[in-house]
């Protein structure tokens, strides 16, 4: 039984926010004043798993920055929209492209750029750090920090209620 609170099985499709969300809302700051951001190797994972078994995940994000669209399309993210000062027409773009139905997909987010959207998504999910507004507008609250896992918390939760997520007896790697 999942700690969600929302029919899992529904879900088909996942957008993220970056800064708060897949990284943590601390950025260490480059000589050239550019943000350097972090990246968790689980959130890497599910996040490739779950676009190998066919959710659609899309990030957007007001954050941009050199690699950032790299790394996603390295998990097989092809849909990155960065520099994005106000999402919600950008989210309901990507419903819409995709076939989606809102009550079809999550969004997570961790401020109030991100309350828009999340108050249209099926299930509204924040970081336990999220600003206060957020984390009264989330349908669930994940138990870690934003970039110490929210993604793995959620896509594994999404795809153990699809029957999707791999034994340890029968786990594969990356891209495969």
Partial sequence: MSKINYDLGKIRG???DIDGVLSPSMIPLGADGNPCRMANVKDGYALQLAVRKGLKIAVISGACGDGLEQRFHNLGIRDVYLKAGVKKELFLNWIKEHGLEASEVAYVGDDV?????????????????????????????????????????????ILRARGEWPKCDKAWGWNK
Avoid at 117 to 124: S, W
């Fill in 113 to 157: 750029p991100d309350s828009e959207c999340m108050e249209i998504a099926g299930l509204a999910v924040a970081p336990s750090d999220a600003a206060v507004d957020i984390i009264d507008i989330a349908g669930y609250v994940s138990p870690v920090n934003g970039g110490h896992g929210v993604a793995r918390d959620l896509l594994e939760e």
């Fill in 14 to 16: 996942v957008v993220f």
